[in-house]
Each structure stands twice: as structure tokens, then as C-alpha cells.
């Protein structure tokens, strides 16, 4: 047998409802939910009917839940098996695609990276000779006017 806290909990899950939910349409909060649940508290008589309503059983229900038995059925056990199945499948296709990867893709990638570190030197060593020769010029240009001025009066 299990206790109203895990009643709760187990059809609230089975519900596919979140502790969010049931707290709005009990109007409690979150935490008290969460509290109910772990046996914290008990929810008083007035919330137990809310509470069965929302979660879709009865007063009784929500008190005598049986345990359900720790076996799995044969259906449950059949997917699950499928599960694992698939789960092992897919894991080992995942595996698979990453061996592809050769050695000649490693070398196409390395000499791609190398080509385009190349074209980003050549492009900094442009700005750096179109600096010098913007500054070669402003300095040329204040030096003939400086010797020419002079000359200008």
C-alpha cells in the first residue's frame, strides 16, 4: 500500500500534469504540492476532493492505490527490449560515423586552415604598407610645405 503522498505524485505524473498545474487548479502553490507529495504535510479534507477531481480519480483511489507489482509485464518487457534494441543501434551508427573521418580529410582540413592563415597575413601586411605609405606621404607633404612656404610670400 502507498501513502497519499505518493498517490499524488503517481497521478499527477500519470496525468502528464505539473506540480505548476495541480497548484493553480487546487489553489495552493507549487511548493505545497511538492510538500504534499513527499509527505511533508497532508493536504486537509477540503483539497482531497479538488485534488482527486483534477487528477481524474476517486477519494478512495487517491488513498488506496495498490502498489502495482515490481515485474514488468510481458508487453513492457517486449518494449523495452526494443528500446535497448534501438537505443544499442543507433548508438553504434553514431560510433560508425564518426570513423569515417580519414586521414586525407585531416590533411584537406589542415591545408584549408594553412590557406586561409596565409591570406590573413597578406591582408594584415597590406594595412600595415598602407599605413607607412599614408604616413609617408602626410610627412612628405609637411615637409614641402615647410621648405616651399617661403617661397609662397
Known amino acids: 500500500m502507498t501513502s497519499l503522498g505518493e498517490n499524488i505524485h503517481f ?15 487546487v489553489h495552493v502553490s507549487p511548493k505545497t504540492i511538492g510538500r504534499w507529495e513527499i509527505n511533508e504535510t497532508v493536504p486537509s ?10 487528477l481524474g480519480v476517486s ?14 509485464k510481458a508487453e513492457d518487457a517486449y518494449l523495452y ?9 543507433v548508438s553504434s551508427e553514431i560510433e560508425d560515423l564518426g570513423s569515417y573521418k580519414s586521414k586525407e580529410q585531416d590533411d584537406l582540413l589542415d591545408k584549408e586552415l594553412l590557406k586561409i592563415r596565409k591570406k590573413k597575413k597578406r591582408i594584415i601586411i597590406i594595412f600595415v604598407v598602407i599605413a607607412i605609405v599614408m ?16 617661397f609662397n610670400k
Not at 59 to 72: G, H, M, V, W
Open 11 to 25: 497521478y499527477r505524473i500519470q496525468r502528464n500534469i505539473s506540480r505548476k498545474e495541480l497548484a493553480e487548479i
Open 45 to 54: 479534507e477540503e483539497f482531497i476532493d479538488i485534488l482527486a477531481e483534477a
Open 59 to 72: 477519494r478512495e483511489k487517491l488513498y488506496t492505490r495498490e502498489q502495482e507489482s515490481e515485474e514488468p
Open 81 to 89: 527490449d526494443t528500446i535497448a534494441d534501438r537505443v544499442q543501434h
Open 135 to 150: 604616413i609617408a606621404a602626410y610627412y612628405l607633404d609637411w615637409c614641402l610645405n615647410s621648405i616651399y612656404s617661403p
